[in-house]
Antibody
Framework: QVQLVQSGAEVKKPGASVQVSCKASGYTFTDFYMHWVRQAPGQGLEWMGWINPNNGGTNSAQKFRGWVTMTRDTSINTVYMDLSSLTSDDTAVYYC??????????WGQGTLVTVSS | QSALTQPSSASGSPGQSVTISCTGTSSDVGAYNYVSWYQQHPGKAPRLMIYDVNKRPSGVPDRFSGSRSGNTASLTVSGLQAEDEADYYCTSFAGSNKVVFGGGTELTVL
C-alpha cells in the first residue's frame, strides 16, 4: 500500500532553515509528482510547489521562489523540502502529497514546523 | 486571501444533500478541467474526493459528486452522513504549472 512517511516535528528560531523529508513506498516513485502543501494553525491549505522525482524538475508558487528548495534521492525514494529564512509566519504543518501535476491523491502524515525565538 | 472563493461554512441534516461552491476566474476554474476537492477531518491529512472536475477516485462513495458551470465549481454531498462532517477544500490548475486552493468550507452535519 502507498505510504508517505515524513520526518518529525521541528522547532526553529527565526532566520534559520528547516528541512522536511518524505519517504515514499508502495508505488513507483518516479511515476508521480510530489507536492508540498502547508497549513498554518487554524488556517487553510497553501500549495507550495512540486518536484518531478523522475528528472528532479521543480516548480514552486511565486511566493516561495528563491526561498524553498525541493530535491529528491531516487536511491531511497525520498523527497526533501528546504525552507530558509524562517519567520513566525512559517509555523505550520507541512505535508508532502503524491499525485499528478494538478492533483494530490495521497498525503503524508504532516510535519509540524514551529518557528519561535 | 485565497485565490478561489468558498463559503466558510455549510450545513445539512443527515440524509439531505448539500452543495459547496468554489468560485474562481476564467484563468483557473473556468479555463481548465483540473478542479479537485479534498476532505480534511480535524488533525488529519486531507483526502482526495474529486479530481478533474467530476471524477471520483477508487474508494470514494458515489454520494460525492463534482460539477462546474463557468468559473464556479461545486461539490455535492448527497445522503449526508455524520462522518461527512469535515473541512472541504477545492483546488484548480491556474496555468504556468500553478495550483491554487480555495479557503475551505466547514461542513456541519446537524
Amino acid at each position: 500500500q502507498v505510504q508517505l512517511v515524513q520526518s518529525g516535528a521541528e522547532v526553529k528560531k527565526p532566520g534559520a532553515s528547516v528541512q522536511v523529508s518524505c519517504k515514499a513506498s508502495g508505488y513507483t516513485f518516479t511515476d508521480f509528482y510530489m507536492h508540498w502543501v502547508r497549513q498554518a494553525p487554524g488556517q487553510g491549505l497553501e500549495w507550495m510547489g512540486w518536484i518531478n522525482p523522475n528528472n528532479g524538475g521543480t516548480n514552486s508558487a511565486q511566493k516561495f521562489r528563491g526561498w524553498v528548495t525541493m530535491t529528491r534521492d531516487t536511491s531511497i525514494n525520498t523527497v526533501y523540502m528546504d525552507l530558509s529564512s524562517l519567520t513566525s509566519d512559517d509555523t505550520a504543518v507541512y505535508y508532502c502529497a503524491k499525485g499528478g501535476r494538478y492533483w494530490f491523491d495521497f498525503w503524508g502524515q504532516g510535519t509540524l514546523v514551529t518557528v519561535s525565538s | 486571501q485565497s485565490a478561489l472563493t468558498q463559503p466558510s461554512s455549510a450545513s445539512g441534516s443527515p440524509g439531505q444533500s448539500v452543495t459547496i461552491s468554489c468560485t474562481g476566474t476564467s484563468s483557473d476554474v473556468g479555463a481548465y478541467n483540473y478542479v479537485s476537492w479534498y476532505q480534511q477531518h480535524p488533525g488529519k491529512a486531507p483526502r482526495l474526493m474529486i479530481y478533474d472536475v467530476n471524477k471520483r477516485p477508487s474508494g470514494v462513495p458515489d454520494r460525492f459528486s463534482g460539477s462546474r458551470s463557468g468559473n464556479t465549481a461545486s461539490l455535492t454531498v448527497s445522503g449526508l452522513q455524520a462522518e461527512d462532517e469535515a473541512d472541504y477544500y477545492c483546488t484548480s490548475f491556474a496555468g504556468s504549472n500553478k495550483v491554487v486552493f480555495g479557503g475551505g468550507t466547514e461542513l456541519t452535519v446537524l
